[in-house]
């Protein structure tokens, strides 16, 4: 039997490549893009907003925590673009612990601990006051 690798019969691989899917490195080339652009704009918008931070004169010897914008393309199921994403997120990996911070706190609490303070308040029958 001869197969087509004996008989040095090769099928070509194709590659394509969507440049308009790409994500930028950096935010100057994020804003020549129009859809980044917006994206961009809605972020930050959303950020002053929230009032998310606040202004502080910075201390003596010591140095200001850097940003840096990350870009990210959501795509549907058959490659198209669903959405493009946008955040612009602290490096906190330049801090040292004591002496750029002493504690950190996250008010996170998670959907199951609600539920089991719910759950006994109304099993010991306690009272919900407001205050």
Not at 26 to 53: C, F, G, I, K
Not at 82 to 100: E, F, I, M, N, P
């Given at each position: ?41 809605q972020e930050y918008s959303t950020l002053m907003q929230n009032q998310t931070w606040e202004l502080q004169p910075l201390p003596p010897a010591r140095a200001a925590v850097g940003c840096k914008w990350l870009f990210k393309v959501n795509n ?56």
């Amino acid at each position: 039997m001869i197969t087509q690798g004996k008989s040095i019969i090769f099928k070509p691989k194709v590659l394509i490549a969507e440049l308009d899917n790409r994500e930028p490195v950096d935010v100057y080339e994020a804003l020549r893009h129009p859809a980044w652009r917006d994206v961009v704009q809605q972020e930050y918008s959303t950020l002053m907003q929230n009032q998310t931070w606040e202004l502080q004169p910075l201390p003596p010897a010591r140095a200001a925590v850097g940003c840096k914008w990350l870009f990210k393309v959501n795509n549907k199921a058959d490659g198209t673009v669903d959405r493009y994403k946008a955040r612009l997120v602290a490096k906190g990996y330049s801090q040292t612990v004591g002496r750029d911070f002493s504690e950190t706190f996250n008010p996170v609490v998670r959907a199951n601990t609600i539920r089991i303070i719910l759950a006994t308040t109304v099993m010991k029958k306690w009272v919900i006051r407001q205050t």
